[in-house]
């Protein structure tokens, strides 16, 4: 998204654009997230190149250890799922309905990337959604909607 795509007009001012992205923009979060890895990754590239370079002169290394980022470990030679995650996912209760099962989804979904196939594994549950609430009703009707359909157990 360009900066004059937000631009805006006020009548005292004139056209202006917003210096940093405002929240509440549909793709705000994504946006934020994709900046914010692009940023940690090229910093990474240059820290590594500096670690090698510096590691010939110098025998010592720095310690290294493990950050949680956007749901995943993020260590000095891999990235991994975030464990309490993956511990949230085995503990959560079967859903008794449809918002429930929405919820345990848009968690699961987190991890699509890793599970072969996910959308295959998961589209029988995402048809539940799709085959019995209607689509076209308004954000209150459609949160009642999916708390009254109850799943079986």
């Not at 290294?64 to 990235?79: M, R, W």
């Not at 196939?117 to 009642?144: F, H, M, V, W």
Request: charged share 20%; with cysteine.
């Amino acid at each position: 998204m360009e900066i004059h795509d937000l631009a805006f007009y006020d009548e005292l001012k004139g056209f202006l654009t917003y210096g940093q992205m405002p929240f509440g923009l549909t793709g705000a979060p994504t946006c934020f997230n994709e900046m914010t890895i692009s940023t940690l990754l090229t910093f990474a590239h240059y820290w590594t190149e500096y670690m090698t370079e510096s590691c010939h002169s110098q025998p010592t290394r720095p310690n290294y250890s493990e950050a949680v980022f956007t749901g995943a470990t993020v260590g000095p030679d891999s990235i991994k799922p975030d464990l309490t995650k993956l511990t949230a996912i085995i503990d959560w209760q079967q859903p008794t309905d449809l918002s429930g099962l929405e919820s345990f989804l848009g968690l699961t979904g987190h991890f699509r990337d890793l599970i072969q196939d996910y959308s295959r594994i998961a589209a029988p549950l995402t048809n539940l959604k799709r085959e019995n609430i209607p689509n076209n009703i308004g954000k209150a009707a459609y949160q009642r909607e999916m708390h009254a359909y109850k799943l079986q157990g």
